[in-house]
């Protein structure tokens, strides 16, 4: 059993910048790869990036590449969301989720555990 807690979600304003932070107790940390996934009202739930159990890979959504940056410290079980250049459409719960499977399925992580989310607002 692994148990995740989001922090750092706030309100800004479009441009600026946040940084999520997912700490994680429980199993070793380290046996899993992270992601984050984001869901905005009404919508589906969308995968925003992950990283592999070592942090050598990384792979993103094309809706936050080149301005969302994941890693992890793998020391203190916490992997993080560096959001830069906040858009509107940014808003959106986001919580992060582990996956245990061997593999590193990158797009395709699964959620074998997840956090409540944490809420990020952008104001236009």
């Known amino acids: 059993q692994v148990q995740l807690v989001e922090s750092g979600g706030g309100l800004v304003q479009a441009g600026d910048s946040l940084r999520l932070s997912c700490v994680a107790s429980g199993r070793s940390f380290s046996d899993y790869h992270m992601g984050w996934f984001r869901q905005a009202p009404g919508k589906e739930r969308e995968f925003v990036g992950a990283i592999s159990r070592g942090g050598g890979r990384t792979i993103y959504a094309d809706s936050v590449k080149g301005r969302f940056t994941i890693s992890r410290d793998n020391a203190k079980s916490t992997v993080y969301l560096q959001m830069n250049s906040l858009k509107p459409e940014d808003t959106a719960v986001y919580y992060c989720?582990?996956?245990?499977?061997?593999?590193?399925?990158?797009?395709?992580?699964?959620?074998?555990?997840r956090g409540q989310g944490t809420q990020v607002t952008v104001s236009s």
């Open positions: 989720a582990a996956d245990g499977r061997p593999g590193f399925y990158g797009l395709g992580l699964r959620t074998d555990y």
